[in-house]
């Protein structure tokens, strides 16, 4: 079945330190990608999202783009600040099967950013 | 602009007690999804509502229902509480189903049955 693996967590660096979050997915077809973020206390909210390959999807100045031929999703931001403080979820959404609305969730990195 | 509501916040609960999970969006969202949350597993559909008068099974359905009470408001009820439902709940919705469209969470109800 459908999946999406996360690199472990928690993840702590220093403010304005380079981000790599890795998210690889195992899917049929050709799904969506999409990274969330859910910051203490409250709700999932979107990030950013891909719909194909070699799309970049982008937001907040954070980056990820969809690597059809490595099955990747990584997430990437230029320099990380206390409030990117959070927990970010990778997840895909197939299309073409009756399927198509359900959101397929990796299990989460939690991200810590030190002043 | 409130989005989704979720109440309660948090809840207490014995093993075997009964409580409804309540959910109301107001975007005139036609779909609408409940999700639990667990340490290391991300986050899971339990039952999802493509469109008003419809419910359907998620990936995680046993010891729950639902019900579709209009188009703003998806209700999640456990009949008979177990530890094992101890979790976060979020409720979601979407414009529509199958389609590019964004889900929107709202804030979640953290559960804890002893």
């Known amino acids: 079945g459908d999946s999406v693996t996360q690199m472990e967590g928690p993840v702590t660096l220093s403010e304005e330190a380079f981000l790599t979050i890795n998210c690889t997915y195992t899917?049929?077809?050709?799904?969506?990608l999409f990274w969330y973020v859910q910051y203490p206390g409250e709700g999932l909210q979107l990030l950013l999202k891909?719909?194909?390959?070699?799309d970049k999807g982008s937001n907040k100045g954070f980056e990820a783009t969809y690597r059809k031929e490595t099955t990747s999703f990584h997430l990437e931001k230029g320099s990380v600040q206390v409030s990117d403080s959070a927990v970010y979820f990778c997840?895909?959404?197939?299309?073409?099967?009756?399927?198509?609305?359900?959101?397929?969730f990796g299990q989460g990195t939690t991200l810590q950013v030190k002043p | 602009n409130a989005g989704v509501t979720q109440t309660p916040k948090f809840q207490v609960l014995k093993t075997g007690q009964s409580m409804t999970l309540q959910c109301a969006q107001d975007?005139?969202?036609?779909?609408m999804y409940w999700y639990r949350q667990d340490p290391g597993m991300g986050l899971r559909l339990i039952y999802y509502s493509a469109s008003e008068g419809t419910t359907d099974k998620g990936e995680v359905p046993n010891g729950y229902n639902v019900s579709r009470l209009n188009k703003r408001e998806f209700s999640l009820r456990l009949e008979s509480a177990a530890p094992s439902q101890t979790s976060v709940y979020f409720c979601?919705?979407?414009?529509?189903?199958?389609?590019?469209?964004?889900?929107?969470f709202g804030p979640g109800t953290r559960l804890l049955v002893l």
């Open positions: 891909a719909t194909k390959a070699d």
């Open positions: 899917a049929t077809g050709y799904p969506s």
């Open positions: 997840a895909l959404r197939r299309y073409g099967s009756s399927n198509t609305g359900k959101l397929i």
């Open positions: 975007m005139n969202h036609n779909s």
């Open positions: 979601a919705s979407s414009e529509n189903w199958g389609g590019q469209e964004t889900q929107y």
